[in-house]
């Protein structure tokens, strides 16, 4: 699933891009950008119902909390499969990279290079780094307790943190 969130979805769209799905998101948009969108195929996330009328592939949002909305995408059948978790850049949205640890060490703290050098991913796009850290431990369990990832380690190579 690749979605498109209005601007009033920002923190959806961040816990979207952690669990690994493709999120667009902008604090504004110009319709002609979002109708661009929604023609390739994503689905739009809109806490404005009269969007739905506009927009027929739109997904309405009802709750203005970010838990109760991943609940509501997916009690909708639109978070399977879920791709790999803490693989997309939060910010940008990027696909993270394997970190080039040549380049790494004036951009990272040495404690972190040293207990985490093969785990360490980068953002081609933005140049945030980021690795497991606690607040990707933290990241973890809340969407644990969302119901939406096992509690455990990730798979090996699965990209961080956003502490960079």
């Known amino acids: 699933m690749n979605f498109i969130a209005d601007s009033m979805l920002g923190r959806l769209a961040k816990w979207l891009r952690a ?22 195929g994503r ?4 806490r404005k119902a009269e969007h739905t009328n506009t927009y027929p592939s739109a997904i309405y949002i009802h709750s203005d909390h970010v838990g109760k909305q991943l609940a509501q995408l997916k009690a909708e059948g639109l978070l399977s499969p ?4 803490f ?3 939060l910010r940008c949205n990027t696909l993270l990279a394997k970190a080039d640890l040549d380049s790494v060490h004036p951009r990272v ?10 785990a360490l991913k980068y953002c081609p796009s933005c140049g945030r ?9 933290r990241m ?3 969407l644990h307790l969302w119901g939406l990832l096992p509690l455990g380690p990730q798979s090996p190579g699965v990209a961080g943190d956003g502490e960079g």
Do not use: K
């Open 87 to 89: 693989t997309r850049c």
């Open 109 to 118: 703290p040495d404690y972190v290079l040293y207990e985490n050098a093969s």
């Open 43 to 46: 689905i739009f996330l809109t």
């Open 129 to 137: 780094y980021y690795w497991p850290g606690t607040h990707r431990d």
């Open 19 to 40: 669990l690994g799905f493709d999120t667009i998101y902008q604090s504004r948009y110009r319709p002609s950008e979002i109708q661009h969108h929604v023609a390739e």
């Open 140 to 142: 973890e369990r809340q």
């Open 82 to 85: 879920p791709p790999l978790p």
